[in-house]
Nanobody, 126 residues
Framework: QVQLVESGGGLVQPGGSLRLSCAAS????????IGWFRQAPGKEREGVSC????????YYADSVKGRFTIATDNAKNTVYLQMNSLKPEDTAVYYC???????????????????WGRGTQVTVSS
């Protein structure tokens, strides 16, 4: 049974940092592209970052480039999202998702991801 579980969210002051984890079970991360998405109240879900299974390239939304870093620990079957210099506009529920297609690169198209976690809340506020 494929399962993704996010953790690491919480309340942080502007300028602070958080590290989100996405623990996978029922499959091996090596063969799946993993994406991080977020959804703020009243807004559509948007892509934040992804890491490709085919070439290990990483991609970031312009809004987080230079502040967020995605990384995989294959031994732990876990993907991380390190978030630094957090801003109030980063407040959202963050989701990880898995795409088993082995396509080149990765995208922020929601329909390309077959498996989703339940999300973890990140609140950036003073």
């Amino acid at each position: 049974q494929v399962q993704l579980v996010e953790s690491g969210g919480g309340l942080v002051q502007p300028g602070g940092s958080l590290r989100l984890s996405c623990a996978a079970s029922g499959f091996t991360l090596d063969y799946y592209t993993i994406g991080w998405f977020r959804q703020a109240p009243g807004k559509e879900r948007e892509g934040v970052s992804c890491i490709s299974s085919s070439d290990s390239n990483t991609y970031y939304a312009d809004s987080v480039k230079g502040r967020f870093t995605i990384a995989t620990d294959n031994a732990k079957n876990t993907v991380y999202l390190q978030m630094n210099s957090l801003k109030p506009e980063d407040t959202a529920v963050y989701y990880c998702a898995a795409d088993p297609s082995l396509r080149a690169g990765c995208s922020f198209l929601l329909y390309e991801y077959d498996y989703w976690g339940r999300g973890t809340q990140v609140t950036v506020s003073s």
